[in-house]
């Protein structure tokens, strides 16, 4: 059943039921069950995009109104706030608008009176002033990110790709202008027109994305995005950060039921992570593409599992598989397995790195104690790789290889 109520359809043809039912004179307190079961997962602005719906197949709009009834009496808010969800403090949209109106503030009450300062005299406190300004602002880097990787991917899941493809483009400009007035402020050479000119262009981008976000796209997130991907939308936003503000709220989530969204459980035949999902196929291949050898032992010293990688540097075959990790090397080198052994356990070490030289190769040898999230040793990770290339890299490639 639950995977029916997360189809969209399925859910939409229930409020549907659920506005007749109200029509034919049920009570809000017989139908609020089955909305409740029917909006797990839905936004308000879902819920509102269906009414919209309904009105333009002919239900008037005052049988509407049953619905909003139903919404409050499960919600337990008002009808303000389940209509406009963005109002709502600790919201992700929320906490986006909050941050552009610092944002805002920070330029009209700080840049900018220091850009006027620095346009009539190019001191070094002028300077000084104007490159701290800069580099707060930069802190606009973690607004465009949370929408970037957090609101983006949502939205192309739902076939919305050109906006967001060219907001992230406009995005990486103001990073780029803002990053170009740093370098030329920390290295200052008296050209103080073309740092004046980079400046304002950055800040009449910045306003103009301001306008596309709260004009556009949070309008357009919030008609799209379940309640469900806010949420998870809102777990995630602490690791990446914010811009200028922090957060005064946590978003109080007026759910009856606020689990993880059913849309995104593996299908069969995956494994299931915590970050996605894959299939053994695709985890093997994609371990076996990682230019290194990477070999695991149990945190009962046991070997478990090798990858067959293009680069592999040492020898290994399946019969290594299910062997004491001790046997598998020389005598006169065990007691060096055992020392970083017994250090992993004992946690008085999570790594310890070698490095050795064998013709052309510069080969570094790492070893990683593998723990659970409780801190639990569960065994030892081996990654050798062939090093001597990128020790060879030299100043920058932006370009593509032919």
């Given at each position: 059943m639950s ?8 859910r ?10 109200l ?24 819920i ?7 009105v ?18 499960v ?11 963005e ?39 002028n300077?000084?002033?104007l ?58 050479k ?24 709260e004009s ?25 950060g ?56 149990d ?39 055992d ?20 013709g ?22 081996e990654f ?5 290339p990128i ?9 593509l290889?032919?």
């Amino acid at each position: 059943m639950s995977e029916l109520i997360n189809n969209r359809e399925h859910r939409q043809e229930i409020l549907k039921e659920v506005i007749r039912e109200l029509h034919a004179g049920k009570t809000v307190e017989e139908v609020k069950e089955k909305f409740a079961e029917a909006i797990k997962g839905v936004t308000p602005s879902e819920i509102s995009s269906l009414e919209t719906q309904l009105v333009k197949e002919g239900l008037p709009i005052e049988e509407i109104q049953y619905l909003c009834n139903v919404h409050a009496a499960v919600f337990k808010g008002s009808i303000e706030e389940i209509h406009h969800p963005e109002t709502v403090p600790g919201h992700p949209i929320y906490t986006l608008k909050m941050e552009n109106e610092a944002i805002e503030e920070f330029i009209e009450e700080n840049i900018k009176p220091n850009l006027e300062k620095f346009k009539q005299e190019d001191s070094k406190e002028n300077i000084n002033n104007l490159l701290q300004d800069i580099n707060l602002l930069f802190d606009i880097d973690k607004h465009y990110s949370r929408k970037e990787n957090l609101i983006f991917p949502y939205l192309e899941k739902y076939g919305i790709t050109a906006p967001p493809k060219v907001m992230w483009g406009v995005d990486d400009d103001i990073r780029a202008l803002l990053k170009e007035t740093k370098l030329n402020l920390t290295d200052y050479k008296g050209n103080k027109k073309d740092i004046v000119e980079i400046i304002e262009h950055a800040l009449h981008e910045i306003k103009e994305m301001i306008y596309k976000e709260e004009s556009i796209l949070f309008p357009m997130a919030l008609e799209t995005l379940t309640e469900d991907e806010w949420i998870s939308i809102y777990k995630e936003s602490d690791e990446i950060g914010y811009a200028l503000i922090e957060p005064k709220t946590q978003w109080e989530l007026n759910r009856i039921n606020i689990s993880d969204t059913e849309e995104n459980l593996p299908e069969a035949g995956h494994v299931s992570f915590e970050t996605g999902f894959l299939t053994p196929e695709e985890i093997s291949e994609i371990l076996n593409s990682i230019p290194g050898d990477m070999t695991f032992i149990d945190k009962n010293d046991t070997v478990k599992y090798f990858s067959q990688g293009k680069e592999r540097i040492f020898a290994r075959t399946k019969a290594v598989i299910g062997r004491s990790v001790q046997n598998c090397h020389p005598p006169a080198s065990v007691h060096v397995v055992d020392k970083i052994l017994e250090d992993f356990k004992s946690g008085k070490k999570d790594h310890e790195d070698f490095w050795i030289k064998m013709g052309d190769l510069y080969v570094l040898i790492r070893y990683f104690a593998v723990r659970n999230k409780e801190g639990e040793y569960l065994g030892t990770l081996e990654f050798t790789q062939n090093i001597a290339p990128i020790k060879g890299i030299e100043g920058e490639k932006r370009l593509l290889s032919e």
